[in-house]
């Protein structure tokens, strides 16, 4: 039976992760709210300090790893529950956790292969799909631009499904900067225009350390990540089809470097 007094939404500690689901107070607080059972696991398992876990009673099984690991766990009722979820239907399962903090510098890796940058991606669907498209292509970092998407709200963490957890991303980085370090890293930088050379043509250039630039959903790349970039490559489509989706563009692209470099 799962221990622990019931908490309602009036809580003082129900009331401040709720909070949490605003980005300022995310800011303010150095931490983010996990919505789910999964992504409650995820994190868990990951190694990140997770503050707190609040869980209906039918979530045992997570309650007894969050105790195991020292974490402290707070039993809520359905009222807390509906007063902490981003979603319609909420599993009864949140986990408040530090985001981590990072400069790009020193989280690439001495020798990185694939980096994935957000460039003014502002949809956080979109984001958190091309996060989790990213660590399932193997990237070593994913970077989002000042100005951009916040990572850790919760439609971008649950669109990831625990992929934050498994790659590394940096958050408010200028774009051109972004650039000079990854060019000082070794990597070149490929800008996704429609009026670039063929993806299937430059295999060669993604089979060499590649990063990644994807601009936002209505217009794309800002003239200024074009000028930042060392090539534009567009993938190809059929002659009636204007576009595709960021997240479908982006995975890809992701793979078509992952397949380069594993085959060289």
Excluded at 9 to 32: D, I, M, Q, T, Y
Excluded at 140 to 153: C, E, H, K, N, R
Aim: net charge neutral; aromatic share 4%; proline share 4%.
């Amino acid at each position: 039976m799962l221990r622990g007094a019931i908490s309602s939404p009036h809580n003082s500690r129900v009331a401040a992760a709720r909070k949490l689901r605003l980005r300022k107070e995310r800011r303010a607080a150095g931490a983010f709210l996990v919505e789910g059972a999964r992504g409650c696991g995820e994190a868990l398992a990951s190694g990140w300090h997770v503050r707190e876990l609040f869980v209906t009673r039918d979530h045992e099984a997570l309650a007894e790893f969050a105790r195991s690991s020292g974490v402290r766990v707070t039993v809520i009722d359905g009222r807390a529950a509906q007063a902490l979820a981003d979603t319609q239907h909420p599993q009864g399962a949140f986990a408040v956790v530090d985001i981590p903090v990072r400069d790009l510098a020193s989280t690439l890796p001495a020798a990185p292969r694939l980096v994935v940058v957000l460039a003014g991606v502002a949809d956080p669907g979109n984001a958190g799909t091309v996060i989790r498209t990213a660590a399932a292509a193997g990237a070593d970092t994913v970077i989002v631009t000042s100005g951009g998407v916040d990572p850790y709200g919760g439609k971008c963490a649950r669109a990831a499904a625990g992929a934050l957890f498994h790659v590394p991303v940096v958050t408010d980085v200028d774009l051109p900067t972004a650039c000079g370090t990854l060019r000082a890293a070794g990597m070149r930088v490929l800008a996704t225009s429609l009026d670039g050379d063929n993806l299937f043509d430059v295999e060669a250039t993604l089979a060499e350390p590649t990063t990644w630039l994807f601009g936002g959903e209505a217009h794309g790349l800002a003239a200024s990540a074009f000028e930042a970039a060392d090539m534009r490559v567009r993938v190809p489509m059929a002659a009636d089809v204007e576009s595709l989706n960021l997240a479908a563009a982006a995975a890809i692209c992701l793979y078509a470097s992952a397949r380069a470099q594993r085959t060289k």
